[in-house]
């Protein structure tokens, strides 16, 4: 849909004509979708008068920051969010930080550093946005997703502005819960499905106590990244066990002792995606490393307040993997890939690498939620993908699924994907019969309800009433709070 010239203008009226733009020319520069336009506000206010525009007009819009989502629909107003991108306030006696959508996680994590204190940096990589709820490497101390939202100033898809918690009742940023219902439960975040229809131009979140150096002694440049030194009272070890169950013990003992820094259940292709700079050099880590396991693993980084907080640190570890019959992968203690274990695995600097490698695309299937249960999923999702893998249909990465825990292990996570060659059709035919077989086992098996696997009409009814019927409930949300339907999730009532 191009938009009119006098609507154009209205807009235009907004940011001013350097900062919209609907130049064919330049929309391939956008995700190479033909979106109506594209226009970068530089506030609040801004935010509020485009969205308003939108309602007058019925545009649809969008909000992005580094788009590493991928997914566009052609003809909305593409809300570039890249001038919104200040630190508001890091408050380290309340330890939060507030910060506008476009500040990036590198950015928040270097300032909070300097303090002492650090953050939740998504799994998507250091790149996107601090904002955006997420989840990935640092959990098990860091918590994740929404769980480290604080209040939020939002701006609802029908243009109103709301501060949530404390925000709204003590103009303070420290809680995202007040008397009385919260709006929590809805604003949760912008990473699909569970996308919060309008625009977050502000939150709080919470950040955690730093154990490392003020300054991060990274060294080198993307692929290289190496540190200068490995910081003192760290460490950076990967245990492989005998089964996953013995894995699975001892990863909940280290919950419970809480000395972990990070636990993060790479499987070893992964790893080898972390130390590796380029396709060839990663496939060869990969074999070498391999036979060097002795079955499911983890990566572990032990961070000691002190030295005697170290080496406590490191006897329980020691203990915990001596119970569970666990090995050190001893090439990985050299101190310079310890180093580029830690730079990769604090600053999530290797997302792209362990995701994509070489085949160019992957296909996952990720389960929020009680480890034991869906790794138990795994372990079954994972001997079906052998077939593929023995065919050549899919990268061998040893089949394995990986996972972590959240908050020493309260909650989890665990993901299974298989990556492949999009431009071969036999292997995007099997990864998608693998990725629905899968899923559907699943949601038969009462696992989990992956939302989305399947699309036929009465798929939605079907999986929403396995989940007290949260598809009914969502869609009062959408049209309560996007009467006009101008916000990408308006469109796509469920
Ligand atoms: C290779 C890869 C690995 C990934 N790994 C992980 C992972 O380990 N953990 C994880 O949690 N996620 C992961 N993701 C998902 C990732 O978090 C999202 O893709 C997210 O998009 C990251 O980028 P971003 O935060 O800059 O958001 P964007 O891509 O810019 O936006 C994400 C979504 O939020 C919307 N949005 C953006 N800004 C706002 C705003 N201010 N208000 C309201 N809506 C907004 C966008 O419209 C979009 O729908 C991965 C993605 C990729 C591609």
Not at 135 to 149: E, F, I, K, P, V
Not at 295 to 307: C, L
Not at 417 to 428: I, L, M, R, V
Request: proline fraction near 6%.
């Amino acid at each position: 849909m191009t938009m009119s010239k006098d609507v154009y203008a209205e807009f235009e009226a907004i940011v001013g004509p350097e900062f919209i733009c609907a130049d064919p020319a330049i929309m391939p520069s956008y995700h190479n979708t033909a979106h109506a336009a594209v226009i970068l506000p530089e506030n609040t206010a801004q935010v509020q008068a485009i969205i308003r525009l939108c309602n007058k007009h019925k545009v649809r819009f969008r909000p992005v920051c580094t788009g590493w989502t991928g997914r566009f629909e052609p003809g909305m107003l593409y809300m570039d969010l890249r001038r919104m991108n200040r630190i508001i306030e890091i408050n380290e006696k309340n330890m939060y930080a507030v910060v506008e959508p476009y500040v990036i996680s590198a950015q928040l994590q270097a300032e909070l550093m300097k303090r002492g204190l650090h953050m939740n940096v998504k799994g998507a990589g250091t790149n996107c946005s601090a904002m955006l709820r997420g989840h990935g490497h640092l959990d098990q101390s860091t918590s994740g997703d929404d769980r480290n939202h604080l209040a939020i100033e939002w701006v609802t898809p029908a243009g109103d502005i709301v501060r949530s918690g404390s925000l709204g009742s003590a103009d303070e940023w420290f809680s995202g819960d007040g008397p009385g219902p919260s709006l929590r439960s809805i604003l949760t975040s912008a990473v699909p499905p569970g996308a919060t229809p309008g625009v977050f131009t502000k939150a709080a979140m919470k950040i955690y106590h730093w154990p490392g150096p003020t300054k991060f002694p990274v060294v080198g440049a993307s692929p290289n990244y190496q540190l200068s030194e490995v910081p003192p009272n760290m460490m950076a070890r990967y245990y492989s066990f005998p089964s996953v169950d013995q894995m699975w013990q001892a990863e909940l003992k280290l919950g419970e002792a809480e000395i972990a820094f990070e636990l993060m259940g790479f499987n070893i292709a992964m790893v080898a995606a972390n130390i590796s700079t380029s396709n060839e050099e990663e496939e060869e880590t990969f074999k070498r490393l391999s036979k060097e396991i002795q079955g499911p693993g983890f990566f572990i980084i032990i961070a000691g307040n002190s030295a005697a907080d170290f080496a406590y640190k490191k006897r329980v570890l020691n203990q915990i993997v001596s119970d569970n019959n666990g090995k050190s992968v001893t090439s990985l203690e050299d101190p310079r890939i310890e180093g580029i274990l830690l730079c990769q695995c604090i600053r999530i600097s290797a997302s792209i690498r362990e995701t994509f490698r070489p085949g160019g695309m992957f296909k996952s299937i990720p389960v929020m939620g009680q480890r034991d249960l869906t790794i138990k999923w795994a372990i079954g999702a994972g001997k079906a993908k052998e077939p593929l893998i023995a065919k050549g249909l899919i990268v061998d990465d040893g089949g394995a699924a990986f996972g972590w825990g959240v908050e020493q292990g309260h909650l989890g996570k665990t993901e299974i994907f298989c990556k492949f060659d999009p431009h071969n059709a036999e292997a995007q035919k099997a990864v998608d019969a693998w990725h629905f077989e899968q899923s559907d086992r699943a949601f038969k098996e009462r696992y989990f309800a992956l939302l989305g696997y399947r699309n036929e009409p009465n798929a939605t009814e079907e999986i929403g009433q396995a989940l007290s019927s949260y598809h009914k409930w969502w869609n009062e949300i959408q049209k309560a709070f996007d009467p006009n339907r101008v916000s990408p999730e308006g469109g796509a009532l469920v």
